[in-house]
């Protein structure tokens, strides 16, 4: 599962483990029962989960199916499943083990979606949460130019005291409304889910913009995304704690126990991003071809790189 996502990253084994997953299969998989439960609803899959949480673990159980455990302090993770029931760990488990992997490395994960600006070596950060149009939002504009990093995940790292980001690439899941807003997008099979969407792979859209693999870009604004607008395109400096605390809402997780150190740490790193940037609030419009060269213009001025600064 992990190829078919990150097939342009994989590389060749290596001596060096800087942290470890052992997966089992178990016909009767069980939480133990000293870890204290602290949440309990369904992830943003639509999967039932429990929550259990230490200082330095965290455990979710899925009932049916089995339980994923990610220890921070020792470096590494388990998934203990029943026989054949390991898909349902795909999306959340799997990412907090993907983000948890990454950390020990200096990089952190993001929900946002990235791109690079044209002409430029920089990128833009553009953060919403779920159902917000981070998907249609990132399509138009690297049909119009960007050059597409990624729709939803992100990872961010300081590197010599500067941001840089790169994109997580997964299918890109695209909703009815979006395949009607960007026709250009092509049929698609009429495999549409009960919330109207469907995972397309970013193979599929080579006829669209520019898809490679590309390296860790330079962040040059975090963009957080607002409510459409009937009108024309809107994009405008906002309050670095407003953005911080939307991001925060969105990544950084809170128990009844209150928030572990891996969480204060994400809120640190969050922090340091939006205080270190130039934020901004982009209302998207109702004409989506025009999105890219407003976008890129704001940018260039941002820079003091346009012809009337």
Not at 3 to 28: M, V, Y
Not at 93 to 103: N, Y
Not at 225 to 237: A, K, V, Y
Request: hydrophobic fraction near 40%.
């Amino acid at each position: 599962m992990l190829a078919d996502g990150c097939h342009w990253f994989l590389s060749g084994a290596s001596d060096a483990r800087g942290f470890s997953l052992s997966i089992e299969e178990d016909e009767r998989p069980r939480v133990p029962e000293a870890f204290p439960h602290t949440w309990s609803g369904r992830l943003i899959e639509g999967t039932a989960a429990n929550l259990y949480e230490t200082e330095d673990t965290w455990t979710v159980e899925l009932p049916g199916y089995g339980h994923a455990t990610i220890n921070y302090a020792e470096k590494q993770a388990s998934i203990i499943a029943r026989p054949g029931g390991f898909d349902a760990f795909m999306y959340t488990p799997l990412s907090a083990i993907v983000e948890a992997t990454l950390s020990t490395q200096g990089q952190r994960v993001l929900h946002a979606a990235c791109l690079g600006v044209p002409n430029t070596p920089g990128s833009i950060l553009l953060c919403a949460p779920s159902g917000f149009g981070k998907t249609t939002t990132s399509l138009a504009l690297a049909h119009g130019g960007f050059i597409f990093m990624a729709d939803d995940t992100s990872a961010v790292l300081k590197d010599d005291g500067h941001w840089k980001v790169w994109g997580i690439p997964n299918r890109i899941k695209v909703h009815r409304r979006t395949a009607e807003l960007l026709p250009w997008i092509g049929d698609l099979p009429d495999n549409w889910n009960a919330e109207d969407e469907q995972g397309v792979h970013i193979d599929d859209l080579r006829h669209a913009f520019q898809v490679r693999k590309h390296p860790p870009r330079p962040v040059h604004a975090v963009v957080m995304l607002g409510e459409r607008t009937d009108d024309s395109h809107q994009i405008n400096p906002v309050s670095r704690a407003e953005a911080l605390l939307q991001i925060a809402q969105d990544n950084v997780s809170n128990s009844p126990t209150g928030v572990k150190p891996w969480s204060q740490s994400q809120f640190s790193v969050y922090a340091d991003l939006v205080r270190s940037n130039p934020v901004l609030q982009l209302r998207v419009g109702s004409d989506l071809t025009t999105l890219a060269p407003m976008l890129e213009q704001a940018l260039a001025r941002l820079s003091g790189t346009d012809e009337g600064q």
